[in-house]
């Protein structure tokens, strides 16, 4: 291995050794301990004054350390001001080094580095600032030590205080986030079971059963024509069928004399054209009554033969009418539009970056904004165009309606579930709350629970994908984690550095 290889890790390897004893020395006190550091250690057991920063001060002999976390306009970071007798000293006049100990969390070694007049620190000091801390100083080849704690965002409760309070106690890890888009809505009628009714043929209307908004049954009479043109079928029909009644007797005689050679085969033969023409006039007779919805074997007719009844085609809801009593009608005019409400449509509004999340045969679940219905379908059709106006798509979702629970007209919201996805660290959406200007939970450390902000990512309305603020396997408050909140309030929490 030539020399330019090895440099670098002669560096690594140094640096590490420096490190190491530096991490020693903050764990183990030194092996020589005169009176005067013994006298110092007592003193530093107590809590440290404020110095002219605003920070701890920490003080031995003429030297002394004050230890500040600035977080204007930066994320928060150590900052440390040396002094000696008082007066300010320039950064590099002595080598610090920080140990920084939280719940649940390993420690952290905060290096610094000399900037303006104060040794800034290599890392961000995370919220809550509750830690505690071992501080180095070396200068002049003496070493000085102190120890600080500082508490903020924690609360101690017992395990039993748990149950009566009835905190649930969950653990962060992985788990499957299902995204739902919620898009506005429509219930609107099923197009396929729309009809419009006609009368097929022309008259005076003499009597109007079915109005508008009323439900029909399929053949329920929804109003009477008196119509010259069924007069003149029905007219044809029983003509046709007497015709057939006389042309099979005739048939049937000369069948009977030619088979005793009384009449010639002629006779008989012609008698056969007869009626086998009477029954095709009879059949053409019922068909055109057919056509107009109306069966020719009819027991017998109270009004007439001009006795004219329109029945609804289908049951359902009649949406729109346009017969009055007394008024001609044409045998074209749509006089009745019926809905079968059975089934209804919702009509989705989709927005340009949301299409590529619907697609056809995507569960959805459709809930009313004016009270509480709900119900699940798939997406039966997306339109291919984007309307000129709106900008928007529509997707369409069939519901069924067997117990009329929706009407059309009615405004939903529709969630639709997209693509599964794994995450290595989510937490129940119930056990987010707000401190300050933070998504917190409560993690759990032996008897306390204490602040841990969080950064969040995806979510599926149950569980939310952390960023950064938790690792897979600590415990935290679920479940009616707000009681922990309260007893935070309680204890009077503060900010305080």
Same mark, same amino acid.
């Given at each position: 291995?030539?020399?330019?290889?090895?440099?670098?890790?002669?560096? #690594?390897?140094?640096?590490?050794?420096? *490190?190491?004893?530096?991490?020693?020395?903050?764990?183990?006190?030194?092996?020589?301990?005169?009176?005067?550091?013994?006298?110092?250690?007592?003193?530093?057991?107590?809590?440290?004054?404020?110095?002219?920063?605003?920070?701890?001060?920490?003080? /031995?002999? /003429?030297?002394?350390?004050?230890?500040?976390?600035?977080?204007?306009?930066?994320?928060?970071?150590?900052?440390?001001? *040396?002094?000696?007798?008082?007066?300010?000293? $320039?950064?590099?006049?002595?080598?610090?080094? @920080?140990?920084?100990?939280?719940?649940?969390?390993?420690?952290?070694?905060?290096?610094?580095?000399?900037?303006?007049?104060?040794?800034?620190?290599?890392?961000?000091?995370?919220?809550?600032?509750?830690?505690? %801390?071992?501080?180095?100083?070396?200068?002049?080849?003496?070493?000085?030590?102190?120890?600080?704690?500082?508490?903020?965002?924690?609360?101690?409760?017992?395990?039993?205080?748990?149950?009566?309070?009835?905190?649930?106690?969950?653990?962060?890890? $992985?788990?499957? %986030?299902?995204?739902?888009?919620?898009?506005?809505?429509?219930?609107?009628?099923?197009?396929?079971?729309?009809?419009? #009714?006609? $009368?097929?043929?022309?008259?005076?209307?003499?009597?109007?059963?079915?109005?508008?908004?009323?439900?029909?049954?399929?053949?329920?009479?929804?109003?009477?024509?008196?119509?010259?043109?069924?007069?003149?079928?029905?007219?044809?029909? &029983?003509?046709?069928?007497?015709?057939?009644?006389?042309?099979?007797?005739?048939?049937?005689? /000369?069948?009977?004399?030619?088979?005793?050679?009384?009449?010639?085969?002629?006779?008989?033969?012609?008698?056969?054209? *007869?009626?086998?023409?009477?029954?095709?006039?009879?059949?053409?007779?019922?068909?055109?009554? +057919?056509?107009?919805?109306?069966?020719?074997?009819?027991?017998?007719?109270?009004?007439?033969?001009?006795? &004219?009844?329109?029945?609804?085609?289908?049951?359902?809801?009649?949406?729109?009418? =346009?017969?009055?009593?007394?008024?001609?009608?044409?045998?074209?005019?749509?006089?009745?539009?019926?809905?079968?409400?059975?089934?209804?449509?919702?009509?989705? =509004?989709?927005?340009?970056?949301?299409?590529?999340?619907? +697609?056809?045969?995507?569960?959805?679940?459709?809930?009313?904004?004016?009270?509480?219905?709900?119900?699940?379908?798939?997406?039966?059709? @997306?339109?291919?165009?984007?309307?000129?106006?709106? +900008? =928007?798509?529509?997707?369409? #979702?069939?519901?069924?309606?067997?117990?009329?629970?929706?009407?059309?007209?009615?405004?939903?919201?529709?969630?639709?579930?997209?693509?599964?996805?794994?995450?290595?660290?989510?937490?129940?959406?119930?056990?987010?709350?707000?401190?300050?200007?933070?998504?917190?939970?409560?993690?759990?450390?032996?008897?306390?629970?204490?602040?841990? $902000? *969080?950064?969040?990512?995806?979510?599926?309305? /149950?569980?939310?994908?952390?960023?950064?603020?938790?690792?897979?396997?600590?415990? &935290?408050?679920?479940?009616?984690?707000?009681?922990?909140?309260?007893?935070?309030?309680?204890?009077?929490?503060?900010?305080?550095?």
């Amino acid at each position: 291995m030539n020399k330019a290889r090895l440099m670098p890790i002669v560096v #690594v390897v140094a640096i590490g050794i420096v *490190l190491g004893g530096l991490i020693l020395t903050l764990d183990k006190p030194s092996v020589v301990t005169t009176e005067t550091e013994q006298i110092n250690e007592k003193e530093s057991e107590n809590q440290p004054s404020i110095g002219p920063k605003g920070g701890k001060l920490f003080v /031995e002999n /003429e030297f002394s350390l004050e230890l500040t976390i600035f977080e204007r306009g930066v994320p928060p970071q150590f900052r440390v001001y *040396l002094y000696e007798k008082g007066k300010l000293l $320039p950064p590099a006049a002595a080598k610090v080094a @920080i140990t920084l100990t939280r719940l649940g969390a390993p420690a952290q070694l905060f290096k610094f580095t000399p900037e303006a007049d104060y040794l800034l620190g290599d890392q961000v000091v995370d919220e809550p600032h509750s830690f505690d %801390i071992a501080i180095v100083a070396e200068r002049n080849g003496k070493l000085m030590r102190w120890n600080f704690s500082q508490v903020e965002g924690r609360v101690e409760m017992p395990d039993d205080m748990l149950k009566t309070i009835g905190v649930e106690l969950l653990t962060a890890g $992985p788990a499957a %986030i299902k995204p739902k888009l919620k898009l506005p809505g429509e219930v609107i009628f099923n197009e396929h079971t729309i009809v419009r #009714v006609v $009368p097929r043929a022309p008259g005076m209307v003499t009597a109007v059963y079915g109005h508008h908004g009323q439900l029909v049954k399929k053949g329920e009479v929804l109003a009477i024509l008196e119509s010259p043109l069924l007069a003149d079928l029905r007219s044809q029909y &029983y003509v046709a069928k007497k015709r057939l009644l006389l042309a099979k007797a005739t048939y049937e005689r /000369e069948k009977k004399l030619w088979e005793e050679k009384i009449a010639a085969k002629q006779e008989f033969l012609l008698a056969e054209e *007869l009626w086998n023409e009477a029954q095709i006039a009879l059949e053409l007779a019922a068909t055109k009554l +057919r056509a107009l919805g109306v069966q020719p074997e009819s027991s017998h007719l109270k009004a007439g033969l001009s006795n &004219y009844e329109i029945r609804s085609p289908i049951s359902g809801i009649i949406i729109a009418k =346009t017969i009055a009593l007394g008024e001609a009608m044409k045998e074209d005019r749509e006089i009745y539009t019926i809905a079968d409400v059975s089934t209804v449509w919702t009509a989705i =509004t989709v927005y340009p970056k949301d299409l590529g999340v619907v +697609r056809e045969g995507q569960k959805v679940a459709v809930k009313a904004t004016a009270y509480d219905v709900e119900s699940e379908g798939i997406v039966t059709y @997306i339109s291919t165009l984007i309307g000129g106006q709106t +900008r =928007t798509a529509t997707a369409r #979702v069939e519901l069924d309606n067997a117990a009329g629970k929706w009407r059309p007209g009615m405004f939903v919201n529709a969630e639709l579930v997209a693509e599964e996805i794994q995450v290595p660290v989510a937490v129940s959406v119930n056990a987010i709350q707000t401190i300050r200007d933070w998504s917190v939970v409560f993690g759990r450390y032996d008897q306390y629970f204490e602040v841990r $902000p *969080l950064e969040l990512g995806r979510s599926d309305g /149950e569980m939310v994908e952390v960023l950064k603020g938790l690792v897979p396997g600590e415990m &935290y408050a679920g479940g009616n984690s707000f009681a922990i909140k309260a007893e935070l309030g309680k204890a009077g929490a503060s900010h305080d550095h």
